[in-house]
């Protein structure tokens, strides 16, 4: 997808016949051929140049603004290209170069789409959720052409490698903004003071392993809320000889006691 496409077409023209038109043709999912491009041969003169190609003018303009067409011409061959530049979703099809002459000749090229995936996306870096609770993370790219498979991978606390999860459901194809698919694949898992912030990796798998799919995941991080440490309450103590006052919940005469006890920002002690 994005690239420019070359198709050929050579023609030796056998000596004392003659060729009239060749044209470029195309098919779309059984359809009936559409005529792209038509070069007309110029017998009639002595000039023994082709004339210019004639393009139909019904074309979708988004086609023939980047289609083009290389024509060379040697005594007895003729070469009559197409090029297609930036490629995309509605170039796919059967492509003919037909001529019709003295005698009738024509070939077919097909053209199929591919595309690389896109990174795949997790909505989110970190999840917590309570202890012993059921949680289901989802992990989506467009897919690319022939579409790549995603699964997922888990590094449990204190590993620092991967584990492939087995057992995943059957992932979700859907229709994406151009012909590429969008997957979606869930994974399901319990999470436990064990396992809590374990990191997960959704990551493109197309069946070989290569720099540009290894580069293609996401990560999150799945835990349970950090333990709530009460903090302690700071009182303040005003002591004028024996008594001692505080501005906490307990207020009143502090005597001279070892039975009383008080938690504060900073240790008072009380001889007897």
Not at 158 to 166: N, Q
Not at 226 to 239: E, G, H, I
């Given at each position: 997808?994005g690239?420019?496409?070359?198709?050929?077409?050579n023609?030796?023209?056998?000596?004392?016949?003659?060729?009239?038109?060749?044209?470029?043709?195309r098919?779309?999912?059984?359809?009936?051929?559409?005529?792209?491009?038509?070069?007309?041969?110029?017998?009639?003169s002595?000039?023994?140049?082709?004339?210019?190609?004639?393009w139909?003018?019904?074309l979708?303009?988004?086609?023939?603004?980047?289609?083009?067409?290389?024509?060379r011409?040697?005594?007895?061959?003729?070469?009559?290209?197409?090029?297609?530049?930036?490629?995309?979703?509605?170039?796919?099809?059967?492509?003919?170069?037909?001529?019709?002459g003295?005698?009738?000749?024509?070939?077919?090229?097909?053209?199929?789409?591919?595309?690389?995936?896109?990174?795949p996306?997790i909505?989110?870096?970190?999840?917590?959720?309570?202890?012993?609770s059921?949680?289901?993370?989802?992990?989506?790219?467009?897919?690319?052409?022939?579409?790549?498979?995603?699964?997922?991978?888990?590094?449990?606390?204190?590993?620092?490698?991967?584990?492939?999860?087995?057992?995943?459901?059957?992932?979700?194809?859907?229709?994406g903004?151009?012909?590429r698919?969008?997957?979606?694949?869930?994974?399901?898992?319990?999470?436990?003071?064990?396992n809590?912030?374990?990191m997960?990796?959704?990551?493109?798998?197309?069946?070989?392993?290569?720099?540009?799919?290894?580069?293609?995941?996401?990560?999150?991080?799945?835990?349970i809320?950090?333990?709530v440490?009460?903090?302690?309450p700071?009182?303040?103590?005003?002591?004028?000889?024996?008594?001692?006052?505080s501005?906490?919940?307990?207020?009143?005469?502090?005597?001279n006691?070892?039975?009383?006890?008080?938690?504060?920002?900073?240790?008072?002690?009380?001889?007897?």
């Amino acid at each position: 997808m994005g690239d420019m496409v070359s198709m050929e077409c050579n023609y030796v023209n056998p000596p004392g016949q003659k060729w009239y038109i060749i044209q470029w043709k195309r098919r779309n999912n059984g359809t009936e051929p559409e005529t792209l491009v038509t070069l007309q041969n110029n017998f009639l003169s002595e000039d023994t140049k082709p004339l210019g190609a004639s393009w139909n003018n019904d074309l979708e303009p988004s086609f023939r603004n980047r289609a083009r067409t290389n024509i060379r011409q040697d005594e007895n061959d003729l070469k009559f290209n197409l090029e297609i530049y930036d490629f995309n979703c509605g170039d796919r099809g059967l492509y003919s170069c037909e001529m019709i002459g003295d005698n009738s000749a024509s070939s077919l090229t097909r053209l199929v789409l591919k595309a690389k995936p896109e990174k795949p996306v997790i909505n989110n870096d970190v999840i917590i959720v309570d202890e012993n609770s059921t949680c289901e993370l989802e992990c989506e790219v467009l897919a690319g052409l022939p579409p790549v498979r995603l699964t997922w991978l888990i590094s449990t606390p204190g590993s620092s490698k991967f584990e492939v999860i087995e057992n995943l459901p059957e992932q979700i194809v859907k229709e994406g903004s151009d012909c590429r698919p969008k997957v979606i694949q869930h994974v399901q898992l319990l999470v436990t003071k064990e396992n809590s912030g374990s990191m997960f990796r959704c990551q493109v798998d197309n069946g070989m392993s290569d720099a540009m799919t290894e580069e293609l995941y996401d990560v999150v991080q799945v835990k349970i809320p950090d333990p709530v440490v009460p903090s302690s309450p700071a009182y303040t103590l005003s002591c004028t000889g024996n008594e001692c006052l505080s501005d906490g919940p307990v207020q009143g005469d502090v005597k001279n006691s070892a039975k009383k006890t008080f938690v504060t920002t900073c240790g008072v002690r009380f001889d007897p």
